[in-house]
C-alpha cells in the first residue's frame, strides 16, 4: 500500500465518520448511535493501512486501545453503576501483548504465565465484585488448557494428553457441582462420558503398536 492508498483510506473514513456524525444530530435524536459505525470504520481503516503493510503489531496495538475505549464509552453510557468492560478487557489486552512476543508466543512459559494472570484477574474480580459464588473457574477452567496443550504438543504425547485433559475436565464437573448444586450428585455423569476419551486412545495406539 503506498502513500496515496492509506491517504485515500484516512480520508474516506474520516468523510464517513463526520456524515455519520452529522446525520446523528440532525436527526435530533438523543442517542448517539453513530459511534457504532465510528468505531467499526476506525478499526477497519486501522487493519487496513497496518496489516497491509505487515506492522501487525502497531495494528493489534491501535486497535486493541479503540475496543477498550469503546466498551468504557458504552459501560458509561449504559450501565455506569457496574463497570462491566473490566470482564471484557482482559483477553483483548493479550492480543498486542503475544504479538510482541512473536515465536515466545508458543513457549510453555508464556503459557503459565499468561494462565496465572489470568486466574489471578478474574479471581480478583470474583472477589470483589461477586464472593458470592465463584464463577472465576469457569475461566479458570477454559485458560488451564492452553499450557496443558502446549506442553503435549511439543512432546506429542496425545495419551497422556488425554488423561490430563481427563482429569481437568473432572475436576471442573466436581468443583460446579460442589458450589452451583451440592445436595445433587450429578457430575458423576459427565465424568463417566469423558473417561471414554483416554480409554479409546489407550486402544488407538495398542492397536497401533501391534499392527
Not at 494472570?117 to 492452553?146: D, E
Request: with cysteine; hydrophobic share 55%; net charge positive.
Amino acid at each position: 500500500m503506498n502513500k496515496m492508498d492509506k491517504n485515500f483510506v484516512l480520508a474516506g473514513s474520516i468523510m464517513t465518520i463526520l456524515f455519520l456524525m452529522i446525520v446523528n444530530l440532525l436527526t435530533g435524536s438523543d442517542y448517539p448511535w453513530s459511534i457504532y459505525p465510528l468505531f467499526a470504520i476506525l478499526i477497519g481503516a486501522i487493519s487496513v493501512v497496518f496489516g497491509v503493510m505487515g506492522r501487525h503489531k502497531q495494528q493489534a496495538i491501535y486497535v486493541t486501545a479503540i475496543l477498550i475505549l469503546f466498551l468504557l464509552i458504552l459501560n458509561i453510557m449504559h450501565t455506569p453503576n457496574f463497570p462491566w468492560f473490566l470482564f471484557a478487557i482482559y483477553p483483548i489486552v493479550w492480543w498486542p501483548i503475544l504479538i510482541s512476543l512473536g515465536t515466545k508466543a508458543k513457549s510453555i512459559q508464556v503459557a503459565i504465565i499468561g494462565s496465572v494472570c489470568t486466574i489471578i484477574y478474574y479471581f480478583i474480580l470474583n472477589m470483589f465484585f461477586a464472593p458470592n459464588y465463584l464463577w472465576f473457574i469457569y475461566p479458570t477452567f477454559a485458560v488451564l488448557w492452553w499450557p496443558l496443550s502446549v506442553f503435549h504438543a511439543k512432546r506429542k504425547s496425545f495419551y497422556l494428553y488425554s488423561i490430563h485433559g481427563s482429569i481437568l475436565i473432572s475436576l471442573f464437573f466436581i468443583f460446579v457441582n460442589i458450589i452451583s448444586s451440592p445436595d445433587t450428585i450429578w457430575a458423576i455423569y459427565p465424568i463417566f462420558a469423558v473417561l471414554w476419551w483416554p480409554l479409546s486412545m489407550y486402544y488407538y495406539f495398542k492397536k497401533e503398536k501391534q499392527s
